[in-house]
């Protein structure tokens, strides 16, 4: 054997063995985050996808925990079932509280360390816009965030990782300014909203919709800060200033706060009540700590079935509402909208997922968000659509608007017949 020939065998020898080193070291992760021994998605199994989200199971906004518990909850059930495709989900939820500066470690840990396939519903505007750089800097899919800011939709090709759920708050906030021009054509509107770009879109979909007149009717603009105490000086400064029509842009909290401070101030506005806080946990609340006079025909703005309605009682989406929550969330109150908004989303998920097929990648997962025609979700109003292509990444953009009733029975919110087309 030549010189050359013995570093041919010897060459062809390191390379077999470097070969065999990168095989093992591969199926060694594969193990734990792959689907196949060709294919390297981080997060999945052959039996599991893993996901997360961070949401505030604590702190001022800790109203919304019920989100991510319906959505376990609703999860717990598809695993019953056998999972989406075989795969099981698993869902790792992390309390950030509702604070920025909580969420960015918590999405980074989420992706580095625990190594999801996806973000899941993360809750809150102020908490995905601090999150969306680096989730979208690590091309991980972040899917159907849990808040309405017209961000979500608008910004799609800046961040095209990131995509939203719910109606955006600017064509709410538009259908409230139709509404108020309809039925209060001279009112003197006071505004308590947040301040960041949650409270910010509220405004100016209010604004928008009031076109020309909006100057002369918003009499005053209240702020609060998410971590706020109390909003009863804010409140009472709007009803100084002579407002008649309250337009509230906050979290349950404060809603709470807001209609009773109101009430025992004797000020008695027509009251607009943004989608976010109007579950019926929220507005009894309210009644509890004043009065059924300080809510009475508060309206609203609604795309998912009411738990607390008896509309739904033989409706087939709200009896496997009601026996997902006895199954697998028990205790639970199921009068509280935010966990079928939880199970609407995890539909949505499972639905994507569906589409996407048993040998999905995190970009074929993004690619099937973006091109949703999804149609029958049982937790949502009926005829509601949830679709998304092209310049179109706006998935709900259907509503309709209720006023709640005291003399209703039971005492509760009555949905208006028709659909509005938010956009």
């Not at 009644?287 to 008896?310: C, F, H, N, Q, R």
Request: charged letters at 15%; glycine letters at 8%; proline letters at 4%.
């Amino acid at each position: 054997m030549t010189v050359v020939d013995s570093y041919r065998v010897l060459k062809a020898l390191a390379l077999a063995a470097g070969g065999l080193l990168v095989a093992l070291a591969c199926g060694t992760a594969q193990g734990t985050t792959t689907t196949t021994t060709a294919q390297n998605v981080p997060g999945v199994t052959s039996n599991s996808i893993l996901i997360g989200t961070t949401t505030p199971l604590s702190g001022a906004a800790s109203a919304y925990a019920s989100v991510s518990k319906g959505s376990t909850a609703y999860f717990n059930y598809l695993n019953d079932k056998g999972g989406i495709n075989g795969r099981k989900i698993t869902y790792k939820v992390y309390d950030d509280a509702y604070d920025p500066s909580k969420s960015v470690p918590l999405a980074r840990q989420l992706i580095t360390q625990d190594n999801v396939f996806a973000i899941f519903n993360e809750l809150g505007t102020p908490v995905n816009l601090a999150t969306r750089d680096y989730i979208n800097s690590q091309n991980v899919p972040d899917l159907f965030v849990a808040t309405g800011s017209s961000h979500w939709g608008s910004d799609y090709k800046t961040y095209p990782w990131t995509i939203g759920y719910q109606p955006d708050y600017i064509s709410e906030g538009k259908i409230y300014a139709k509404d108020i021009l309809k039925n209060h054509a001279n009112a003197k509107i006071g505004v308590l909203r947040q301040n960041d770009d949650y409270g910010k879109d509220y405004l100016t979909g209010l604004t928008q919709g009031l076109g020309s007149g909006a100057s002369n009717m918003i009499v005053d603009v209240e702020t609060y800060e998410a971590n706020a105490a109390d909003v009863s000086s804010q409140v009472a400064a709007l009803k100084a200033k002579g407002a008649d029509l309250f337009y509230l842009v906050a979290t349950p909290k404060f809603v709470d706060q807001a209609l009773v401070t109101a009430s025992k101030l004797g000020w008695k506005p027509a009251i607009y009540d943004n989608n976010v806080s109007n579950q019926v946990t929220t507005i009894q609340a309210a009644i509890k700590a004043s009065s059924p006079e300080a809510v009475e025909g508060i309206t609203s703005t609604v795309y998912l079935k009411d738990p607390a309605s008896p509309k739904w009682t033989t409706d087939t989406g709200m009896k496997q509402y009601m026996s997902i929550m006895a199954k697998y969330c028990a205790g639970c109150d199921v009068n509280d909208g935010n966990y079928i908004f939880g199970m609407s989303v995890a539909w949505t998920f499972e639905q994507t997922m569906l589409k996407a097929g048993k040998n999905f990648t995190r970009d074929s997962v993004m690619k099937t968000a973006r091109n949703l025609n999804l149609t029958g979700n049982p937790f949502t109003l009926p005829g509601v659509k949830i679709l998304t292509s092209g310049d179109n990444q706006f998935p709900i953009t259907q509503m309709a608007l209720e006023h709640w009733q005291n003399q209703a029975s039971p005492p509760g919110w009555v949905v208006d017949p028709t659909i509005i087309n938010a956009r």
